[in-house]
Structures are given as structure tokens and as C-alpha cells.
């Protein structure tokens, strides 16, 4: 079967940094992609990785293994605006996209 | 630019009653997708159109229809509502839906409740 599996919730303070997994079994692989969802919003996309290593995209930053099935996003001098809800998802071998339950982010001055 | 528009934003519905979720964007793109958003669990998708005249099945699709007569509308149908049914429904749409890199862009989500 297909499963994603991301931490249910996390909290982190204020300027510091976090790091939210993300592991993943699916059927076919052409990409990872991660998107930030505020609460009672849409999700909106923040990247995207389909060879192994890191992206970099300012204070956010995603890294991808495929040998692994494992990514993280890792978000760096955090903001409160950054509390929000952020989802993995795979695209799978008809590139569909398989998604995670998300993961909660909770920020704390 | 609108993006994606979707209607209504929150509906109660009575058990057994249909409805029409209605989607529209103005970005010219080939795919759109409806998905339903349920606590706990991650995005799922119902129905999906690769292009404008075809659609094809999600991951769950039962007690749901949908059309594509044009390139901009794509809109999701209820035929009986049941309960299970309540869910927040989100309206995506993608460049070609078929491309490894495709981003998928959300409308702002109908939120529905069926009693």
C-alpha cells in the first residue's frame, strides 16, 4: 500500500529552528513536494524535490532521500506567522499526489 | 488574477438532498482536481480531469460526480448526501498533470456539512 507518515504535532519557540520529517512508501516516485496550510486557509506550495540533497529557499529549506524514502523540511529563524499546518506529499508513477496528515506546527514566543 | 475561485464557501446540507460544489480558474490550466480534507487524515482525492471532455477516479470517488465541459469549470456533484460526507472540500488545478514537477494550486475550500 501507499502511506506517508509525518509527526502529528511539534512545537518550537520563536527564532529558533525545526525540523518536521517526513517518510513515505508509495507506488512509483516522481517527486516530493511540501506545502504550508494556515488554519481554515488552502494549502499553498513550498517545494519541491525529486533528486537526493538539499534545496535551499530563504528561511526554508527541504531535503530529500530517495534510498531513504525520506525528506524533511526544516524552517530556520522562525516567525510566529509560521505556526500553520505543513503536508508531504509524493507523487506517485501516474503522478498523482499521495499526501500526508500533516504535521501542526506550534510556535511559542 | 483570482486563481481559483470556489462555491459556495460553507454549506448545510440535509441527508439526502444533492449538491453542486462549484470550481473555477482562470489560469489556463489542463488539470483540476477535487480533494476532501478530514481531521487526521491527509488530503484525498475524489475525482481529477487531466483535461477539458475526461475525467477519471481518485481515491475515493463513490457518492461523487463530476464534469469537465470546458477548460476553467470543474465542478463536483452530490447526488444523495450522507453524512460521512461532511468534510472540507478543496478544488485544485495544475499545469498539465502529467509533468513530475506539476504544482497543484488550491481554491480557498467549501467547507459542508450534511445533518
Known amino acids: 500500500g501507499q502511506n506517508i507518515d509525518q509527526p502529528t504535532e511539534m512545537t518550537a519557540t520563536e527564532g529558533a529552528i525545526v525540523q518536521i520529517n517526513c517518510t513515505y512508501q508509495?507506488?512509483?516516485?516522481?517527486?516530493l513536494f511540501w506545502y504550508q496550510q494556515h488554519a481554515g486557509e488552502a494549502p499553498t506550495f513550498l517545494s519541491y524535490n525529486v533528486l537526493d540533497g538539499l534545496e535551499e529557499k530563504g528561511r526554508f529549506s527541504s531535503f530529500l532521500s530517495r534510498s531513504k524514502g525520506y525528506s524533511y523540511l526544516l524552517l530556520k529563524e522562525l516567525q510566529m506567522k509560521d505556526s500553520a499546518s505543513y503536508l508531504c506529499a509524493v507523487s506517485d508513477s501516474n503522478y498523482q499526489l499521495i499526501w500526508g496528515a500533516g504535521t501542526k506546527l506550534i510556535i511559542k514566543p | 488574477t483570482a486563481g481559483i475561485t470556489q462555491a459556495p464557501t460553507s454549506q448545510i446540507l440535509a441527508a439526502g438532498r444533492s449538491m453542486t460544489l462549484r470550481c473555477t480558474q482562470d489560469?489556463?490550466?489542463?488539470?483540476m482536481y477535487w480533494y476532501r480534507q478530514d481531521l487526521g487524515l491527509g488530503l484525498r482525492l475524489i475525482h481529477y480531469s487531466n483535461t477539458a471532455g475526461t475525467t477519471g477516479k481518485g481515491e475515493v470517488p463513490d457518492g461523487y460526480s463530476v464534469s469537465r465541459a470546458n477548460t476553467d469549470d470543474f465542478p463536483l456533484t452530490l447526488a444523495s448526501a450522507v453524512p460521512s460526507q461532511t468534510s472540507v472540500y478543496f478544488c485544485a488545478s495544475s499545469d498539465s498533470g502529467n509533468s513530475p514537477t506539476d504544482t497543484q494550486y488550491f481554491g480557498p475550500g467549501t467547507r459542508l456539512t450534511v445533518l
Open positions: 508509495t507506488s512509483g516516485f516522481n517527486g
Open positions: 489560469m489556463r490550466h489542463n488539470a
